[in-house]
């Protein structure tokens, strides 16, 4: 089988390039042979490629930047998936793609499952959400996984901004009143190879019953919760730097793009029907090592 990986340079589309290898031919493109803004190019490329799956971990990730950046967001993050659906739907292919917790308001301390009303408070999470609904609206068979507070030791992402800055500063200020999971890019990476190895088993003829039962949105982040601020905790303690942390609140912190205060998701559908997600701390060690 033929896979077309997108936004190869990311953090999970760097990870998923080496977890897909032993499940069929991936032809791995970044943004400079196929730019998610310019869907006629979104087109021609799968067009051309024709792949039996589409694997879309590209994305418009600046939080901030989004509130002011809308409509490109909304292009790169709603508009370019809902390309890849109907181009895959007609091509008889599958699409994978990737959510986020921020499709959630964060109101309401209790882990959030699949079927939990969304009601996302800033553009980055509006664009995630209406990017799902497209998707599920071209009637492609699909997974999407949602998933929350992505790192890794490459990209842009918070474990690597906390080690920069706490190697410079002698103190650090993180908001402790959001809660989340933090989860590794191998892990999403690798959760999404056996769920297809799973997909690829399932089905005599071409998958069709797996997907028919299967298929749809599964959130997919590490075990247990906890906030930036402990999260920091932890990140310094397995580097062993000596710097002092402050809690703070989310108004003493103020950024362009609101974020959630609770979005934790709850991975039980995916851990009860088709692969285990290790905890937080237990992930980030393994990473840090
Ligand atoms: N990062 C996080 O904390 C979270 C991420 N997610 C979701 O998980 C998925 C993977 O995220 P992650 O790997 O962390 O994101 P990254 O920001 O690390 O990577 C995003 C990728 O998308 C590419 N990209 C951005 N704009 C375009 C474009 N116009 N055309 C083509 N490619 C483009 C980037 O390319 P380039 O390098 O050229 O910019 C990069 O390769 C995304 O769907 C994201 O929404 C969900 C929850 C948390
Ligand atoms: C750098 C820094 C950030 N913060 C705060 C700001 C913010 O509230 C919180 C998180 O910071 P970031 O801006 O790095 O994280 P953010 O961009 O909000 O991360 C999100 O990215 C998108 C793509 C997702 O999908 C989400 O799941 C989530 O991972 O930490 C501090 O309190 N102190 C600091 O020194």
């Not at 292919?93 to 882990?111: K, M």
């Not at 397995?238 to 989310?250: D, E, K």
């Amino acid at each position: 089988m033929k896979i077309l990986l997108t936004g190869c340079s990311g953090q999970v589309g760097y990870e998923l390039e080496r977890s897909l290898q032993g499940l069929g031919q991936v032809v791995a493109v970044d943004r400079s042979r196929m730019d998610l803004a310019d869907l006629d190019q979104v087109r021609a490329v799968i067009r051309e490629v024709q792949p039996g799956l589409i694997v879309n971990p590209a994305a418009y990730t600046a939080v901030d930047k989004a509130e002011s950046e809308p409509e490109l967001a909304f292009r790169i993050n709603a508009e370019a998936p809902g390309v890849m659906a109907e181009e895959a739907r007609k091509l008889g292919a599958a699409l994978v793609h990737y959510s986020t917790d921020y499709v959630f308001p964060g109101g309401d301390p209790a882990p959030r499952v699949e079927t939990d009303a969304t009601g996302p408070i800033n553009v980055y999470g509006a664009s995630k959400l209406a990017g799902e609904q497209a998707i599920a609206a071209s009637g492609v068979r699909h997974l999407i996984f949602r998933t929350s507070w992505v790192y890794g030791m490459r990209g842009k992402n918070f474990l690597l901004t906390m080690l920069k800055l706490a190697r410079e500063r002698d103190e650090l200020r993180i908001v402790a009143d959001q809660h989340g999971a933090p989860t590794w890019s191998r892990t999403i990476a690798d959760a999404t190879a056996l769920v297809l190895a799973k997909a690829a088993a399932g089905g005599a003829d071409g998958q069709q019953p797996w997907w028919e039962q299967h298929g749809g949105i599964y959130h997919l982040s590490s075990q247990g919760q906890t906030t930036w601020f402990e999260f920091t905790q932890a990140i310094i303690e397995q580097a062993g730097i000596a710097c002092r942390l402050q809690p703070i609140t989310s108004a003493e912190y103020p950024v362009p793009a609101r974020r959630p205060h609770y979005s934790v998701l709850s991975s039980q559908r995916l851990v009860q029907q088709l692969v285990q997600l290790p905890h937080w701390r237990e992930a980030l060690a393994l990473c840090m090592r």
